[in-house]
């Protein structure tokens, strides 16, 4: 679907150069694959955010909120609508109350999750430690629940504040909001479509002892490095965890996949549940080697693995 020349001349009004047309995804995604987003829009302020997101709701245009597209497949034929990327709007991390034992800090959408760890070591704040090392955004990461088998961001967040497609913002408590396994939702859901928006978050933390959560840090950072291959382009780990046995990786890897190629995705040899681009991957590689996957595990192992990368697109 092709934006409209009014659809198209109201973003340039709105955003200037913040918007570009037709820009393929392959640039903006981990993955290094994708083709084009009608328009990929960086706005500068909240209120443009706000506009872009009332607008397009009610002319039916539409939206989705992208991170640092680090857990994110974007197939081949490209992405309809606009592509909205937070980085230059919603930036702020800051302690909002410190007075106890339990600090709260708010951390905005656009915002790296790494920069909320480093601020909690910094500050000898416990408690974000199960995500040293995840890439991505603040918003991304609320919404994928991103997490480890030592925690997931539903441990600490205490509020979530959303953006709704009418243009109203509400801060929902966190008995208002839902978590699961890489999952999110909100209770209330005034559009009944799902067209709200994360704008960031409150976090629950704990004072701690600085020399402990740096030591930690380090040894968290040194061990995904050994583990996982991060020098590679690749959406992180390709598929959840089965909710009991061993890991996707490991079930991966015993089924001698470690290595298999199609076109430029290949299984990683490092780490099974990663496929990495080996430069010349397409999306269609990548879900083709999925397929493989997801096959031979089911046939080796009767397991049914379910993908955690996002994908996205026609
Ligand atoms: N394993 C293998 N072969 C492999 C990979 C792993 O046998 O090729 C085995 C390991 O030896 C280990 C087990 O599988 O016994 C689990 O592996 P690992 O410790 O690497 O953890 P994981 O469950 O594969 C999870 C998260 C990662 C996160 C790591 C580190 C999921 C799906 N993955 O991986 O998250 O970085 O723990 O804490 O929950 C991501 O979400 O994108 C991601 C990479």
Redesign the pocket.
């Known amino acids: 679907m092709a934006l409209n020349p009014q659809t198209r001349s109201w973003l340039r009004t709105l955003l200037d150069d913040r918007v570009l047309f037709d820009e393929p995804m392959s640039r903006h995604t981990w993955f290094r694959v994708g083709g084009p987003a009608d328009a990929y829009v960086v706005p500068e302020r909240t209120a443009d955010l706000v506009e872009l997101v009332r607008r397009a709701a009610s002319e039916g245009i539409p939206y989705r909120i992208v991170g640092d597209g ?2 994110l497949l974007v197939r081949d034929a490209g992405v309809d609508g606009l592509v909205i990327v937070l980085r230059a709007c919603l930036r702020e991390v800051a302690v909002t109350d410190r007075s106890g034992e339990t600090v709260w800090v708010t951390a905005m959408a656009g915002a790296r999750l790494q920069r909320l760890c480093r601020f909690a070591a910094e500050h000898g704040l416990e408690g974000m430690h ?1 995500a040293v ?2 890439p991505g955004t603040i918003g991304g990461s609320v919404v994928m629940n ?5 925690g997931c961001m539903a441990d600490v967040v205490d509020t979530v504040t959303i953006l709704f497609p009418d243009g109203a913002t509400k801060v929902l408590p966190r008995e208002q909001v839902r978590f699961g396994y ?1 999952k999110f939702s909100i209770q209330e859901d005034r559009s009944g479509s799902e067209g709200w928006v994360v704008l960031g978050g409150g976090f629950r933390l704990r004072r701690g002892d600085p020399d402990r959560i740096q030591k930690r840090v380090i040894a ?1 950072l040194e ?2 490095k050994a ?2 291959p991060l020098q590679e382009p690749s ?7 089965p909710s009991s046995g ?5 079930l ?3 089924a001698g996949l ?1 290595g298999s190629r199609i076109g430029g995705a290949v299984v ?1 040899a ?5 496929i990495v681009n080996s430069g010349s991957a397409t999306a269609a590689d990548i879900l083709r080697l999925r397929d493989r996957i997801r096959e031979a595990v089911s046939k080796r192992f009767g397991v049914d693995l379910e993908e ?2 996002k994908i996205i697109g026609r």
């Open positions: 680090t857990n199960f090392g995840i991103a997490g480890t088998s030592a890489r968290l061990r995904r583990t996982q959406g992180g780990c390709f598929f959840k965890n061993p890991s996707a990786g490991e991966i890897d015993r470690k990683s490092v780490h099974a549940n990663f955690e990368v």
